[in-house]
């Protein structure tokens, strides 16, 4: 381990002694149901007291808190969230700690919502009540990222605690609904939560995630025309039943082959990234077991690079790309050139990437490594609130966590001593970012 001073030093040897609050507040946010809505009619579980619990911690060092539920996206919002989502009962967390003046702002956010405990009888202890076992703190949400969020609150608190006054201003942000449609970033930034740069705890294992893949979705719906499925039908064009689900086949055999030359297109390698991605998930179709099928849906997930995305960020090509792509194999068949297949796009995260040589990568991977902790440069083929920060709320983010790999898991957990060393590394990365 190698500091840069002796008060450096201290602050890392406060939060070494902080273990305990640690394990404490992260078992603590574990407990809460935080479970991340299935639909919009989904109620709200223990957001309220979460948010609670987090801005006691940080109004007791001197933080300004805000906490509030946000309005409903709107038809606007740049991520096509629903526009009438409600946030009843799940209020967004904003806490401002003012810097002596002089320095760069910080941004420090996490989402507090977590995925289903499902199946939660394959679970060997409670999800919802934390256990260390083997050196790992076990829970739904530990790694994912409620540890993380504790790590940075006990970082504050161990500045704090030194008595370190940074110079420019830290915020600490935490959001809901990142894990079903992003809407908690989204509310953020519209509030005007923003900074000079940003740390997003998700578990990136010490790695600096500089960029992801954006994610957009539709529905693919083809129709075809109902009939008995025991009697004799005559050709479709003097009326005769249409089976929807076989329609269906050639356009997801049209979207296989477009996924595959997406795979070995060479304008589509990325250094971080995996290629952009098209596939189906969920599919369906008619609605009895013996009349002819008359629509089959098609749920298509899909990630595109940066790159692909539009001045705005958005997928506008990408969408354009599929739908045409399609359009093509549809006009093949009799039936669909008549009746084409209808599209409903449903969402579009942004995707992200900031230069490996930017200033928060450079600053947070040197103080994961001078806690003894060697982050690399790294990208996510997923999506996070980070990329929502960097895109739209003008506070270009890293994501930079304790250990990965653990989470949505059945028995997830995160390493006690990620957890340690990631609250160290968090600490140092504000003073030199923020100034002291």
């Given at each position: 381990?190698?500091?840069?001073?002796?008060?450096?030093e201290?602050?890392?040897?406060?939060?070494?002694?902080?273990?305990?609050?640690l394990?404490a507040l992260?078992?603590e946010?574990?407990?809460y149901?935080t479970?991340?809505?299935h639909?919009p009619d989904?109620?709200a579980?223990?957001e309220v007291?979460?948010?609670?619990?987090?801005?006691r911690?940080l109004?007791?060092l001197?933080?300004?808190t805000?906490?509030?539920?946000?309005?409903?996206?709107?038809?606007?919002?740049p991520m096509?969230i629903?526009?009438d989502?409600?946030?009843?009962?799940?209020p967004?967390?904003?806490?401002r700690?003012?810097?002596a003046?002089?320095?760069?702002s910080?941004?420090?956010?996490?989402?507090?919502?977590?995925?289903?405990?499902?199946?939660?009888?394959e679970w060997?202890?409670?999800?919802?009540?934390a256990?260390v076992r083997d050196?790992?703190?076990?829970?739904?949400?530990?790694n994912?990222?409620?540890?993380?969020?504790?790590s940075?609150?006990?970082?504050?608190?161990?500045?704090?605690r030194?008595?370190?006054?940074l110079r420019?201003d830290?915020?600490?942000?935490a959001d809901?609904?990142e894990?079903s449609?992003?809407?908690g970033g989204?509310?953020?930034?519209a509030?005007?939560?923003?900074?000079?740069?940003?740390?997003?705890?998700?578990?990136s294992?010490f790695?600096?995630w500089t960029?992801?893949?954006?994610?957009?979705?539709?529905?693919?719906?083809v129709?075809?025309?109902?009939?008995?499925?025991?009697?004799?039908?005559?050709?479709?064009?003097?009326?005769?039943?249409?089976?929807?689900?076989e329609k269906?086949?050639?356009?997801?055999d049209?979207?296989?082959?477009?996924?595959?030359?997406?795979r070995?297109?060479?304008?589509?390698?990325h250094?971080?990234l995996?290629?952009?991605?098209?596939?189906?998930?969920?599919?369906?179709?008619?609605?009895?077991?013996?009349?002819?099928?008359?629509?089959?849906?098609?749920?298509?997930?899909v990630q595109?690079l940066p790159?692909?995305?539009?001045?705005?960020?958005?997928?506008?090509a990408?969408r354009?790309?599929?739908m045409?792509?399609?359009?093509a194999?549809?006009?093949?068949?009799?039936?669909?050139?008549e009746n084409?297949?209808?599209?409903t796009w449903?969402s579009d995260f942004?995707?992200?990437?900031?230069?490996a040589?930017?200033?928060?990568?450079?600053?947070?991977?040197?103080?994961?490594?001078?806690?003894?902790?060697?982050?690399r440069?790294?990208?996510?083929?997923s999506?996070?609130?980070?990329a929502t920060?960097?895109?739209?709320?003008?506070?270009p983010t890293?994501?930079?966590g304790?250990?990965?790999?653990?989470a949505?898991a059945?028995?997830?957990f995160v390493?006690?001593?990620?957890?340690?060393?990631?609250?160290?590394?968090?600490?140092?990365?504000?003073?030199r970012?923020?100034?002291?």
């Amino acid at each position: 381990m190698t500091l840069r001073s002796e008060l450096e030093e201290r602050v890392v040897d406060a939060v070494r002694e902080s273990r305990p609050d640690l394990i404490a507040l992260t078992s603590e946010l574990v407990s809460y149901d935080t479970t991340a809505r299935h639909s919009p009619d989904d109620p709200a579980r223990d957001e309220v007291k979460l948010q609670a619990a987090l801005e006691r911690r940080l109004r007791a060092l001197g933080a300004t808190t805000e906490v509030w539920e946000p309005d409903a996206p709107g038809p606007d919002n740049p991520m096509e969230i629903a526009a009438d989502l409600s946030f009843a009962g799940r209020p967004q967390l904003l806490a401002r700690i003012f810097g002596a003046g002089g320095g760069r702002s910080l941004l420090l956010n996490g989402h507090i919502d977590a995925v289903d405990v499902a199946p939660r009888e394959e679970w060997s202890s409670d999800p919802l009540r934390a256990e260390v076992r083997d050196g790992r703190l076990y829970g739904r949400g530990s790694n994912d990222m409620k540890g993380g969020l504790a790590s940075f609150v006990v970082a504050l608190e161990a500045l704090h605690r030194v008595g370190v006054r940074l110079r420019g201003d830290v915020l600490f942000c935490a959001d809901t609904d990142e894990e079903s449609s992003g809407a908690g970033g989204w509310a953020c930034v519209a509030h005007g939560v923003g900074a000079d740069a940003g740390l997003c705890a998700e578990a990136s294992d010490f790695d600096a995630w500089t960029a992801c893949r954006g994610s957009t979705s539709a529905l693919l719906r083809v129709r075809g025309r109902a009939g008995h499925v025991e009697m004799p039908q005559p050709e479709w064009r003097d009326g005769g039943a249409v089976n929807a689900i076989e329609k269906m086949f050639p356009l997801l055999d049209a979207l296989q082959r477009l996924q595959a030359e997406w795979r070995t297109s060479s304008h589509l390698q990325h250094l971080l990234l995996s290629p952009p991605g098209v596939l189906p998930t969920t599919i369906k179709g008619g609605s009895f077991m013996y009349t002819y099928p008359e629509y089959c849906e098609a749920f298509i997930a899909v990630q595109y690079l940066p790159g692909q995305a539009d001045e705005h960020g958005k997928a506008t090509a990408v969408r354009k790309g599929i739908m045409d792509w399609v359009a093509a194999a549809a006009a093949a068949d009799p039936w669909l050139a008549e009746n084409p297949p209808a599209w409903t796009w449903l969402s579009d995260f942004p995707p992200r990437e900031l230069a490996a040589d930017h200033e928060i990568v450079t600053t947070t991977l040197a103080s994961a490594k001078d806690v003894g902790r060697e982050g690399r440069v790294a990208g996510l083929d997923s999506w996070d609130d980070a990329a929502t920060f960097t895109r739209f709320g003008g506070t270009p983010t890293i994501s930079f966590g304790p250990g990965g790999r653990h989470a949505h898991a059945v028995d997830e957990f995160v390493p006690v001593e990620d957890l340690v060393d990631h609250c160290a590394a968090s600490a140092l990365a504000m003073m030199r970012w923020c100034g002291v």
